[in-house]
């Protein structure tokens, strides 16, 4: 079907006019994909995708905004964040792979503000917030999607480090790598959904059916649970007469 959207103008004839008689007397040349040579390239859509979520959830609402700053602790934290998720390395690389993405245009900053010394400076900024953040990660998914909050697992995992210096980590059996002599172990509560909300490391850890006593209080705290207002799923690594009893007298249902 055709609509007629009426008649040209004089002008317009003309200069549809020109501008054919110009494309006549151009010589065009076609090329090939193959024949172009690229002089530089920065990472984009997995990193544009990952700012998109970022930016979904508003985290970086979880951080003070301060006008005398370059760069906010919520951009450093976003870098670090998407970092970790596409390319898991150490703090020293983060910033050669930040300038190999398109996070300074992004971001709407300028890269020189990017080094290693800022990066380790918001470190303790951001470790600053993890409650803040929990406390956040727990209102927006409970906000999202309440059912999905009634039923909470916990769990416990390990890994280790190489190298000579980790203040958290101590020696021990890891879960899959034997005994190594810098072990972390990391606790965590998901929802029913599978999305993180709360996670500790565990320091001078022994064994999974001691962590539950303490950090069950801690959560209560933290999170304001209500009596019976969640089930606690963990597995029988961490099943105990002890537990068992603080879970029921701190009003935990659990399976």
Not at 129 to 138: F, Q, S, V
Not at 149 to 172: N, P, Q, W
Not at 192 to 211: H, K, M, N, Q, R
Not at 233 to 243: E, I, P, Q, T
Request: glycine share 6%.
């Amino acid at each position: 079907m055709i609509k007629y959207l009426g008649g040209l103008t004089q002008d317009e004839v003309q200069r549809i006019r020109r501008g054919l008689a110009v494309m006549k007397e151009l010589e065009i040349e076609t090329v090939k994909v193959d024949d172009l040579i690229f002089v530089n390239h920065w990472r984009y859509l997995d990193v544009a995708f990952l700012d998109g979520i970022w930016k979904q959830w508003k985290l970086s609402k979880i951080f003070p905004q301060s006008d005398g700053k370059d760069v906010q602790t919520s951009e450093i934290a976003e870098i670090l964040t998407l970092y970790h998720c596409l390319d898991p390395g150490s703090y020293l690389s983060a910033v050669d792979w930040f300038n190999k993405t398109v996070l300074d245009r992004t971001l709407c900053i300028d890269s020189q503000h990017i080094n290693k010394s800022r990066i380790f400076r918001e470190l303790d900024l951001i470790e600053d917030r993890k409650e803040d953040i929990e406390r956040y990660l727990y209102r927006t998914l409970k906000k999202r999607d309440e059912d999905s909050m009634h039923i909470v697992f916990y769990d416990l995992t390990d890994s280790y480090f190489e190298g000579r210096k980790c203040e958290l980590a101590s020696a021990g059996r890891t879960k899959s790598n034997g005994f190594r002599k810098k072990r972390v172990v990391l606790s965590l509560l998901v929802n029913s959904s599978g999305y993180p909300f709360a996670w500790d490391i565990l320091e001078d850890y022994t064994a999974d059916v001691e962590t539950i006593k303490g950090l069950s209080t801690q959560w209560k705290t933290e999170f304001g649970f209500g009596d019976n207002e969640i089930v606690l799923v963990f597995d029988r690594g961490m099943v105990s007469d002890v537990n068992l009893k603080h879970l029921e007298l701190k009003k935990y249902k659990y399976k």
